[in-house]
């Protein structure tokens, strides 16, 4: 009996049925995992992005907060969930760069785990401290530093952040000591940073500026090489005198590898609309972030880069 036929025919069956499937995509709601508590950076910037996209297309997308490990959990049930466009991840500077050199065991490959889908949103850090803080420049808190030396307290929203590792970079670039307490989010963080509870704070500027513009809180200085549209008035660390000092945060929306590139692509085109819009554009460069976008392509590339970066410049371990 020639089989050849029959299979050839179950291929072409076969073929059809995905390559409708992916043409009929989505047909049900997409879930997106934030790995970081609701009210920071990532969470702000991940639910204005979709409003935009459920605005244009009528797509059901449904965040959810999967917090811990300085973001690993939560990109960990991405990297295990079924590739089929149903399950995505908003990935960041922590937990797709950094973690990956800062953990000693991780429960994923982030080099290998995810598709990426595209970039969206670039953005310094802002170091801040409370509005009636002794401290007015960010000389004032070096000094403080070196003066009685672990007697300071940086908060995080947790090991592994960006705003962690920005804090570790600057003592270690200036020569100082301060003590870290890690919080579960850059709500509680921001929360004790008002109520007195600690010193200062390396924070995506989602979760500060209103409170730096209502007078509650100071900022002191940015993390990027240039000031932040948002904040003009707030000078760079290097300009305070600490030169070569430049760090930055990003958000990459990914999906588990192996999500067919169909799906990746009818992905993209939605997130490049999405920020196209003038007012995305004018809400994120308000919020201190600035508008990325580009291709699937691009958002690899730019992954692949910062693992790299990362593993050269990194030398802080966390267990």
């Not at 949103?121 to 403080?144: F, I, R």
């Not at 308000?286 to 692949?304: I, N, R, Y």
Request: aromatic fraction near 6%; hydrophobic fraction near 45%.
């Amino acid at each position: 009996m020639n089989l050849l036929p029959r299979l050839v025919g179950a291929c072409a069956f076969v073929f059809a049925v995905v390559a409708q499937a992916q043409s009929a995509y989505p047909s049900q709601s997409i879930k997106v995992i934030v790995p970081f508590p609701p009210g920071g950076g990532t969470d702000a910037v991940t639910r204005m992005v979709l409003d935009k996209i459920r605005a244009g297309t009528g797509w059901t997308l449904i965040v959810e907060n999967k917090a811990g490990a300085g973001g690993n959990i939560g990109m960990d049930a991405v990297a295990k969930a079924a590739p089929d466009g149903y399950t995505l991840g908003m990935g960041q500077t922590a937990n797709l760069a950094i973690n990956p050199s800062l953990y000693a065991k991780m429960p994923y490959d982030a080099a290998k785990a995810f598709a990426p889908i595209a970039t969206i949103a670039g953005q310094a850090v802002v170091l801040v401290v409370k509005a009636d803080s002794h401290y007015k420049t960010l000389k004032d808190l070096v000094n403080a530093a070196k003066i009685k030396p672990d007697s300071l307290t940086m908060a995080s929203a947790g090991n592994g952040t960006v705003g962690h590792l920005t804090g570790e970079v600057f003592t270690k670039q200036v020569g100082i000591i301060t003590r870290h307490i890690p919080y579960k989010g850059a709500g509680p963080a921001t929360t004790d940073l008002l109520g007195g509870q600690v010193d200062y704070y390396f924070a995506t500027p989602q979760t500060v500026i209103s409170f730096v513009k209502a007078g509650k809180l100071r900022a002191l200085a940015v993390s990027s090489a240039k000031r932040m549209p948002a904040l003009p008035d707030v000078p760079t660390v290097a300009e305070s005198g600490f030169a070569g000092f430049d760090t930055s945060d990003w958000k990459m929306l990914v999906a588990p590898a192996g999500t067919p590139p169909a799906i990746v692509s009818r992905l993209q085109a939605e997130v490049a609309k999405a920020l196209s819009l003038p007012d995305t554009v004018a809400t994120l460069i308000a919020e201190g972030s600035a508008p990325v976008g580009g291709t699937s392509q691009e958002a690899a590339a730019l992954l692949k880069a910062e693992q790299q970066r990362v593993v050269r410049t990194r030398n802080i371990k966390l267990d």
